[in-house]
Each structure stands twice: as C-alpha cells, then as structure tokens.
C-alpha cells in the first residue's frame, strides 16, 4: 500500500469536533482531561506509585468493575486461592492505571517517540504474508493497550481497518478516534454492518477483530472459555474466507513500571479455518487463553465476558445477591 493511499472511506465512521462539546454536559470531561495531560508528562514510576495508593483502596470495595473482574477470575481460574485472584485483580488494576494516565501521550506526542517506546516483536509474520498475496486479519484480544498495535502499524505505513462501538460521551469518543487514526486506517461504527469492514481488508488493510466480548445468544456460539462456557462470535473463519485474509494473532500490552508498549506478533493460526465454527471459536479462546495466563494481568477482566451463558445464569447479579445477603 502506497504512501499516497487515500484513507478515506464514507462508510467509515467520521466524528468531528462539535461546539456542543463545550456545553457544561462536558465540563467534567474536560476538566479530567486537563488534569490527566500534565499527569501523563510526569514519570512512569510517578503514575505506578498512585496506581498502587489507589487500587489498595479500591481492590477491597468490590464493586462496579471490580465485582465484574472477581467474578471473571472466580469463574476462570476455579483452581486458584482466593489470594492468587487477589494479586492478579491487583496487577491488572495497576497496569490499568499506569496505561490510562499515560493515554493522552500517544496524541502528544509523534511517530518517533511511539517508535522508540514500542518492543514491536514478530512483525515478520504480517510481511510474510503480505508477501504471499494474502490479506490480514489481527485477532486482538481485549488488553489495556489494544489500540497501541493499530496506530503503530499506520505509523508504518500499515494502516488497520477496525470496527468499534460509538462512545457514549461524543467528546470521548472524538479523542479516541482522532487519536486510533492519527496515521492512516478506517474505523468502521459496528451499526453500519460487516460490508464495509470486509472491502476494507480485500483493499489492503489489515483488518482488526476483537474475538473476546459477549454480543449475546442471539449473534453466538458457546464454547470453553479457561474453566468457564462463553458465548463466542462464530464468524471469524466466514469472514477470513470471505476478505481472503489470513489470521495473525497478536497481544499488546504495557510494562507498568517502565510505561514501555510491547506489541507480540504471532504467526497465523493454522489450519484456519477449520471447517467447523465451533472449533474456530474454540482457537480464538485457546489463544486468549494462551496469552492471558502468562500475562494475566494485561486482560481486561472487568469486561462482562461472560454475561450470557447457555443455561440462562447471569453470574455477575448472583455473585451481587450472595454478596449482599451476607
């Protein structure tokens, strides 16, 4: 793909500035992110020691995200003492905090300062394949630095198509966008169907799917999930047929202490597909399994990962009730 390519794509999704943004519905909004940009500027070992002060005192409360991640690792890691949970509930907090107080410096500041702070590992495999005439399609499990491979990648002229869901904050939702775009690629509003996501890839983009969030009964599949059963997107091996891509697995995260990205580029799944969407799903969850075991705590837990399950249980609300009637 040529460096003149023209990203643009009506299809995609555009927001832009709107003067609304600057109604008091927003103020906080832009008053956490005054103070979040002078946060992100001070050092790394700075921003790890608040994140511990305060995920001390939140790790306790189980609440909100924290009951969702508990009850994730319960259900997940059924072998493990409660303690074990316990540390890495308390590292992935840690991590979460040194990533989003660091967040704005992706914007901040330019292609070689990302360049420098990346450990970009494996990315022979994408050439590879290129090479050989294929398409790409990134399966990118759900880490706190997710977005990190994809404005890397267009940094280097390897610009990602990716489909995410609007935020529900606009002013949130511009920045985040402006920011995964910053140096090329498309998104694509998840209501706007699969179609335009699918030319993106047969046009030469990689494509970025994210395998682990439960979309309900309805648009899944149930497979094994660590010790659990998770509703799983069936559809990744259709749509590699469909884009003629290959499926290049890959994990990002974040050294919480050096504040340095490390970006793990694995090479395609294979035989994919299998012929079978149940064991295609099942490959999507090994590898997520795979990566979130020897790094747990880059995962997001606090994801309602298992929210639908084949036997009608929501897990969270019961974990809730016994919690409150004791």
């Given at each position: 793909?040529?460096?003149?390519?023209?990203?643009?794509?009506?299809?995609?999704?555009?927001?832009?500035?709107?003067?609304?943004?600057?109604?008091?519905?927003?103020?906080?909004?832009?008053?956490?992110?005054?103070?979040?940009?002078?946060?992100?500027?001070?050092?790394?070992?700075?921003?790890?020691?608040?994140?511990?002060?305060?995920?001390?005192?939140?790790?306790?409360?189980?609440?909100?995200?924290?009951?969702?991640?508990?009850?994730?690792?319960?259900?997940?890691?059924?072998?493990?003492?409660?303690?074990?949970?316990?540390?890495?509930?308390?590292?992935?907090?840690?991590?979460?905090?040194?990533?989003?107080?660091?967040?704005?410096?992706?914007?901040?500041?330019?292609?070689?300062?990302?360049?420098?702070?990346?450990d970009l590992r494996g990315v022979e495999h994408i050439h590879q394949v290129i090479e050989q005439g294929h398409n790409v399609i990134l399966l990118a499990?759900?880490?706190?630095?997710?977005?990190?491979?994809?404005?890397?990648?267009?940094?280097?002229?390897?610009?990602?198509?990716?489909?995410?869901?609007?935020?529900?904050?606009?002013?949130?939702?511009?920045?985040m966008h402006r920011q995964r775009v910053q140096y090329g690629g498309r998104v694509y509003e998840r209501s706007g169907g699969i179609k335009p996501f699918?030319?993106?890839?047969?046009?030469?983009?990689?494509?970025?799917?994210?395998?682990?969030?439960?979309?309900?009964?309805?648009?899944?599949?149930?497979?094994?999930?660590?010790?659990?059963?998770?509703?799983?997107?069936?559809?990744?091996?259709?749509?590699?047929?469909?884009?003629?891509?290959?499926?290049?697995?890959?994990?990002?995260?974040?050294?919480?202490?050096?504040?340095?990205?490390?970006?793990?580029?694995?090479?395609?799944?294979?035989?994919?597909?299998?012929?079978?969407?149940?064991?295609?799903?099942?490959?999507?969850?090994?590898?997520?399994?795979?990566?979130?075991?020897?790094?747990?705590?880059?995962?997001?837990?606090?994801?309602?990962?298992?929210?639908?399950?084949?036997?009608?249980?929501?897990?969270?609300?019961?974990?809730?009730?016994?919690?409150?009637?004791?």
């Open positions: 793909m040529s460096s003149t390519r023209n990203d643009f794509d009506p299809s995609a999704y555009h927001p832009t500035f709107e003067w609304h943004f600057l109604a008091p519905k927003y103020w906080g909004t832009w008053f956490i992110l005054l103070l979040l940009v002078p946060i992100a500027l001070l050092p790394v070992r700075f921003r790890y020691w608040v994140s511990t002060k305060v995920v001390r005192k939140l790790i306790k409360q189980r609440k909100s995200t924290t009951h969702t991640a508990w009850v994730n690792l319960e259900m997940c890691f059924p072998e493990k003492s409660e303690q074990e949970r316990e540390e890495i509930l308390f590292q992935t907090l840690v991590t979460a905090g040194v990533f989003l107080t660091g967040f704005s410096l992706v914007t901040l500041r330019n292609k070689k300062w990302l360049e420098k702070q990346c499990p759900h880490t706190w630095a997710i977005d990190i491979p994809a404005v890397l990648l267009a940094s280097r002229n390897l610009p990602v198509a990716g489909m995410a869901k609007k935020q529900s904050n606009e002013v949130i939702d511009w920045l699918i030319k993106a890839i047969r046009d030469g983009y990689l494509g970025y799917y994210l395998p682990d969030q439960d979309h309900g009964r309805e648009q899944s599949i149930f497979v094994d999930f660590f010790a659990a059963t998770k509703a799983t997107l069936p559809g990744l091996g259709k749509l590699a047929k469909v884009s003629k891509a290959v499926i290049i697995p890959i994990y990002a995260m974040i050294d919480a202490k050096t504040g340095r990205y490390i970006v793990n580029i694995y090479p395609q799944l294979a035989p994919f597909p299998t012929g079978s969407e149940e064991q295609d799903a099942r490959a999507m969850n090994a590898f997520i399994e795979e990566q979130a075991t020897m790094y747990p705590e880059q995962y997001m837990w606090i994801l309602k990962l298992l929210r639908t399950q084949p036997d009608g249980k929501n897990y969270y609300k019961l974990a809730k009730q016994k919690m409150s009637s004791k």
